[in-house]
Structure formats: C-alpha cells, structure tokens
C-alpha cells in the first residue's frame, strides 16, 4: 500500500478516500464537553446519535470520555474506559464505519481497540511513551494533533513566532517519529490542532495555509466545528448555531484536499463535503 492509493485499510477495518474528502462525526460521552456535553452520557442515547450520524453521512464515528476544551481538566484513565467501552461494544455491531477512539492515553487506547474501535485520534501526538506500542499491536491508523500546552492552559495566550512552519514542522516530526516507532506511514493522519493553543489571527492563518499540510504526503484532518473562532468572526455566541460558519471551514478544507473533517453537525456537512468532491472530481 502506499500513500497514493484511496484506500487506507488495516485489520478490521478500511477507510476510502477515492470520492474525496470523508466527515468523521463527533461523539462525547462527557459531561462537559464546549458544545454537547452531557447529551450523550449514557449508552443508548450515545448508541442511538452514532448511528444517526452514520445515516447522515458520518464515515467515522469519533468517541471521546475527557474533555479537551480549554480549561477542561483530567480524567481518570478507568473513569474514561469506564464511559466508551460499553459504548464501543454495542456499537460495533450495529455500524459499519470505523470507530475512532479520542484519547491520549494508552490505557484508554488499548480497552477501546480491544472493544472495537480502529483508529486513535490522539490531540498528543503520541505524548504517552506507550502509544506507539499499542496502535503497533493493533495496527490501526493515528491522527497526530499539534497542541500548544495542554488543555487546561493552552488558551493563556499562546504564541509563535511562525505558527504555520511551527506546527508544521512539529507534525512531521511526530509523524517520523511514529514512522520510527514502527507505525505504517499509510496509517499516519496529521491535524494542525485548530483551536488547541491558537489564537483567533493563529487560527485563519493555519486554514489559510491548510494547502502547505496537505503537500507533506500524509493525510490531513482538520477540527473547527462549532469552535470559538468561527463565533469571533460571525458574532454567533452559541456553538449550535455556528452551523454555517463551520460549514464554510469544511468547504475550504475539502477544497484544498484535506483528507477528514471533523464535525458535530454530521449530515449538514456530508452535504457539503458530498458538492466540493463532485466539483473536485468534474
């Protein structure tokens, strides 16, 4: 397999790439999550919004137990599994889209893949000196996220002198590094980390320039759903109703080739990802 082909596959699973952009949907099952926590706390209600996402369009289905938005604080590796696997196990059998599971943690990790999900989205980039170990076992993709700090502090203004040449050259120091660690550079997403240690000017800046991650030859997924940015700039105050804004984030990024979006609003943005395929395919 190489970079060039649409299909990334590993045991168990396989994503393809041939129509374009793909939507991963977001799924918290947290209670303090920027724009859903708590909707999603208990299995059926989080079995039952992963499968309407998947009907809408959702080619990833992303679980996440901690929080990550600005100030959030930890949470306990076993509280995490506690909250996923159940979650993971009964949906494994009821979707046929791969399961991402969003952790820095290689316990987390480990009793998610082991439940049934393929794919780690780690915001860390494999800060857990155990990570590689475990992705390794199961042979499963990574997406390795650029984040300035960690979530409780990255929002205390953060600054770069290049924030496009800083993270890029970061990401492709973590993705060799993962290639090092025995990891498949098939299996290696890289994300700028919109919003994690950013400000507002960092934000466009790294969208705009969205194009210069696309051309290092790994596959790009970019996050900027419902995020505070997009607020700045329309005035909208309540991450639900920064729909259209995001909508336009996902529009550009597909049209620059980014290889995910990664969305709570699954069939709004499958439409738009489904218009900027077909124009990049006419």
């Known amino acids: 397999m190489s970079l060039n082909k649409d299909i990334m596959d590993w045991p168990g699973g396989k994503l393809d790439f041939s129509a374009g952009t793909l ?3 977001i799924l918290n099952v947290t209670d303090d999550s920027f724009s ?3 909707e999603f706390c208990d299995i059926d209600s989080a079995v039952k919004h992963a499968v309407e ?18 100030g959030s604080q930890a949470v306990a590796a076993d509280i995490q599994i506690g909250r996923v696997v159940p979650v993971i196990e009964k949906l494994a059998g009821l979707i046929d889209v791969p399961i991402s599971i969003d952790t820095f943690d290689s316990q987390v990790a480990g009793a998610a893949l082991k ?3 393929g794919i780690v989205n780690d915001i860390t980039a494999l800060s857990d000196e155990n990570m590689p170990d475990v992705i390794c076992k199961y042979q499963v993709p990574v997406v390795l996220m650029h984040i300035k700090g960690k979530p409780a502090t990255m929002q205390d203004r953060p600054e770069y002198e290049n924030v496009v040449e800083e993270v890029l050259d970061y990401l492709v120091a973590r993705a060799r590094f993962a290639e090092k660690s025995g990891i ?10 919109i919003g994690f240690g950013k400000t507002f000017e960092y934000n466009l800046l790294l969208l705009k320039n969205i194009d210069r991650f696309v051309a290092t ?3 790009v997924l970019v996050g900027t759903s419902r995020k505070a940015f997009l607020g700045q700039i329309t005035g909208q105050k309540i991450p639900a109703e ?10 550009l990024c597909a049209e620059k080739g980014v290889s995910i979006v990664r969305v709570h609003d ?9 218009v900027i395929n077909a124009i990049r395919k006419a």
């Not at 550079?185 to 890289?190: D, G, V």
């Not at 920064?242 to 529009?251: D, I, K, N, S």
């Not at 699954?266 to 489904?274: F, H, L, R, T, Y």
């Open 115 to 117: 439940a049934g999900a």
């Open 266 to 274: 699954v069939a709004e943005m499958a439409q738009v990802v489904k």
């Open 184 to 193: 498949k550079k098939e299996h290696i997403i890289i994300d700028p980390g």
């Open 36 to 38: 859903d926590g708590g």
């Open 53 to 70: 996402m998947v009907a809408g369009g959702a080619d990833i289905i992303d679980i996440g137990a901690e929080s990550t938005r600005p």
């Open 217 to 219: 030859g790994y596959r």
């Open 23 to 25: 939507v991963m949907g």
């Open 242 to 251: 920064r729909v259209p804004a995001t909508a336009a984030t996902v529009g």
